[in-house]
Structures are given as structure tokens and as C-alpha cells.
């Protein structure tokens, strides 16, 4: 069970942000300023007791989000999108698996290079879009830990932003060596929080009307490398671009941000894009330069290979 109050979300914002100015980023003035805007926050009494949610499947968050993830004012996908695909454009077509593939965004890609097309995913929803995108492409149900492919099926594998939903990487990796052929190029692409190892788990509503939330799991770069190498993977890249700079304008919300600003009602599961606007300063100062994504490029080694 969640608890979240939205206090605590916005002290935790000005402890980050105080820390770093300890740390020599910032002045005195800005250490007053936030000390002041604390203590406001404190005697406000808008902020209700929090609120408690229970964890609900992973389908049924992106079953939701189908109809409209694709469209713009996504700055992870932006941000995202660009890195995979110029990793993308280096391998020659061949079949390639997009693990994870959601509503089919890197699948199209692929297709485009002229691959033949496998997607998995464990959303209805998002299959469903995927398939309107390649209708030439074959797509499965599926799981992670376990994925509906035979031995040696696949010359490239992309699996992108779903790695933050395991809690276990090694049997994903075992997975991904046990589909690609040896030597074969696998492409993860995973978040990195709002701030270091740190993201607010993703809150949602059912259409029957209930909240839940879906656990994110960061990790630093050593817990993907411990699982790829020992599945059997060498490193060829990694790339980690940072959050954009200011994080929020100052209506608390990311510049060019699509829709009004969210509100965050007192003993309801607190909206985070609806509390930033009580404190900007301090979440743009807590959130400079942290990376917001990670990017590897694996090569599966040959079994005539020594690590």
C-alpha cells in the first residue's frame, strides 16, 4: 500500500534542492528564499491528511494510457526516441524483436529499416495500437520473463522504458540472450527518475473509478551491467542525457506541456504535476542536471567468445 501526502513531496523537493546548495551550487539568498518558502508550506493548511492506494497490474495502467501515449508533449519519448534510433540505423535489417513495444513506436521505425517485425507486450490496449502501426508485423501477448519466441529467433532486440517495471532483471537478460542469435545487438532504453534513483510511482485511475499506483523500480548503471554481463552481453554504448533545464516554467509544469495544469485536491492521491507550481525554484534546482534516462547497446558475445 501507498501512502503519499503532498507536503512531504514538496519538503522532500527543498530538502534536495538545500542539499545541493550545502554542496556549493547555490547562494545564501537562494538558501533564505527556500528556508522562507518551507515555512509557508508549513502553515498552509490546504494540504488535506494524503492519501493511500494499493498497487494495481501494469496492464491496466497502459491499457489507459493507449489511446493517447503517442501524442505530443511527451519529453521522455523526445528525449528518449532519438538516442535508440540513431543506435537503430547502424544495424543491418534482419528480424528484430521490440520487447515491450507499447503502441508500436520503435516497431514502426524498424519496419521503415526494412526488418521484419516482432512485438511483445503484456497490454491489450497498446498491442492493439502497435498493430495498426506495422500491420505487417507479429505481435504477442506476453511477458518479459517470458518471452513467447523460440531459441536464436532474433538479430536485434529493442526493449524500451519498461526495465523500471521488473522487479528482477537478470531473467529479462536471460531472455534476451536466449531469443537473439550470438552476436546479435540487443538496445535498452530505461528512465532514471525524477531525481537521482528517485521517480514518484505512476498513479492511476480505473474507469470503475479506483486509484492505484505502479511501482517504479531505478537502478544505478552497475544493476544493468551486473545482469547483462552475466547473461552473456558485452557493452558497445551507453548514453545517459540529462533532464531538460528548467524542469518546470513557472506555471509548474514542463515548457510545452500539453493541457491545463493538473490539480493536486486535498485527501486525494496527490498529482505531482499539480504541486510543482508551489515550488519551482526548488524543483528546477533538485532536478538540474540529473539524468533522466539511460541508453545501452549490448552485443550478445559467440560461445567461441571468452568475456
Given at each position: 500500500?501507498?501512502?503519499?501526502?503532498p507536503?512531504?513531496?514538496?519538503?522532500?523537493?527543498?530538502?534536495?534542492?538545500?542539499?545541493?546548495?550545502?554542496?556549493?551550487?547555490?547562494?545564501?539568498?537562494?538558501?533564505?528564499?527556500?528556508?522562507?518558502?518551507?515555512?509557508?508550506?508549513?502553515?498552509?493548511?490546504?494540504?488535506?491528511?494524503?492519501?493511500?492506494?494499493?498497487?494495481?497490474?501494469?496492464?491496466?495502467?497502459?491499457?489507459?494510457?493507449?489511446?493517447?501515449?503517442?501524442?505530443?508533449?511527451?519529453r521522455?519519448?523526445?528525449?528518449?526516441?532519438?538516442?535508440?534510433w540513431?543506435?537503430?540505423?547502424?544495424?543491418?535489417?534482419?528480424?528484430?524483436?521490440?520487447?515491450a513495444?507499447?503502441?508500436?513506436?520503435?516497431?514502426?521505425?524498424?519496419?521503415?529499416?526494412?526488418?521484419?517485425?516482432?512485438?511483445?507486450?503484456?497490454?491489450?490496449?497498446?498491442?492493439?495500437?502497435?498493430?495498426?502501426k506495422?500491420?505487417?508485423?507479429?505481435?504477442?501477448?506476453?511477458?518479459?520473463?517470458?518471452?513467447?519466441?523460440?531459441?536464436?529467433?532474433?538479430?536485434?532486440?529493442?526493449?524500451?522504458?519498461?526495465?523500471?517495471?521488473?522487479?528482477?532483471?537478470?531473467?529479462?537478460?536471460?531472455?534476451?540472450?536466449?531469443?537473439?542469435?550470438?552476436?546479435?545487438?540487443?538496445v535498452?532504453s530505461?528512465?532514471?527518475?525524477?531525481?537521482?534513483?528517485?521517480?514518484h510511482?505512476?498513479?492511476?485511475?480505473?474507469?470503475?473509478?479506483?486509484v492505484?499506483?505502479?511501482?517504479?523500480?531505478?537502478?544505478?548503471a552497475?544493476?544493468?551491467?551486473?545482469?547483462?554481463?552475466?547473461?552473456g552481453?558485452?557493452?558497445?554504448?551507453?548514453?545517459?542525457?540529462?533532464?531538460?533545464?528548467?524542469?518546470?516554467?513557472?506555471?509548474?509544469?514542463?515548457?510545452?506541456?500539453?493541457?491545463?495544469?493538473?490539480?493536486?485536491?486535498?485527501?486525494?492521491?496527490?498529482?505531482?504535476?499539480?504541486?510543482?507550481?508551489?515550488?519551482?525554484?526548488?524543483?528546477?534546482?533538485?532536478?538540474?542536471?540529473v539524468?533522466?534516462?539511460?541508453?545501452?547497446?549490448?552485443?550478445?558475445?559467440?560461445?567461441?567468445?571468452?568475456?
Amino acid at each position: 500500500m501507498l501512502y503519499q501526502h503532498p507536503l512531504a513531496y514538496l519538503i522532500g523537493l527543498h530538502g534536495v534542492a538545500l542539499l545541493r546548495a550545502w554542496g556549493g551550487e547555490h547562494d545564501r539568498e537562494f538558501v533564505a528564499a527556500r528556508l522562507a518558502e518551507i515555512r509557508e508550506l508549513l502553515d498552509d493548511d490546504r494540504w488535506g491528511d494524503g492519501a493511500t492506494a494499493p498497487a494495481l497490474p501494469i496492464a491496466d495502467l497502459y491499457d489507459g494510457w493507449s489511446a493517447w501515449y503517442d501524442e505530443p508533449g511527451n519529453r521522455m519519448l523526445d528525449i528518449e526516441q532519438p538516442h535508440v534510433w540513431e543506435i537503430l540505423d547502424r544495424a543491418e535489417p534482419g528480424t528484430a524483436l521490440d520487447a515491450a513495444c507499447g503502441t508500436g513506436r520503435h516497431a514502426e521505425y524498424l519496419a521503415r529499416l526494412g526488418h521484419e517485425v516482432i512485438g511483445v507486450d503484456g497490454s491489450p490496449g497498446m498491442l492493439a495500437k502497435a498493430r495498426t502501426k506495422v500491420p505487417d508485423g507479429r505481435f504477442h501477448l506476453g511477458e518479459l520473463e517470458s518471452l513467447p519466441l523460440p531459441d536464436d529467433r532474433v538479430d536485434l532486440a529493442v526493449c524500451a522504458l519498461a526495465l523500471c517495471h521488473v522487479p528482477d532483471l537478470a531473467p529479462v537478460f536471460r531472455e534476451f540472450a536466449r531469443v537473439l542469435k550470438p552476436g546479435g545487438r540487443l538496445v535498452v532504453s530505461d528512465t532514471r527518475g525524477l531525481l537521482d534513483g528517485f521517480d514518484h510511482p505512476l498513479i492511476h485511475r480505473t474507469p470503475e473509478g479506483d486509484v492505484g499506483f505502479i511501482p517504479n523500480h531505478h537502478r544505478s548503471a552497475a544493476d544493468y551491467l551486473t545482469a547483462a554481463i552475466a547473461a552473456g552481453f558485452e557493452v558497445l554504448s551507453c548514453v545517459e542525457p540529462r533532464q531538460p533545464f528548467p524542469y518546470v516554467d513557472d506555471d509548474g509544469v514542463p515548457p510545452g506541456a500539453q493541457g491545463p495544469v493538473p490539480e493536486s485536491l486535498p485527501d486525494e492521491m496527490p498529482n505531482v504535476w499539480g504541486l510543482h507550481r508551489f515550488a519551482v525554484a526548488a524543483t528546477n534546482a533538485a532536478t538540474r542536471d540529473v539524468p533522466i534516462l539511460i541508453v545501452w547497446e549490448f552485443r550478445l558475445r559467440r560461445t567461441d567468445e571468452t568475456a
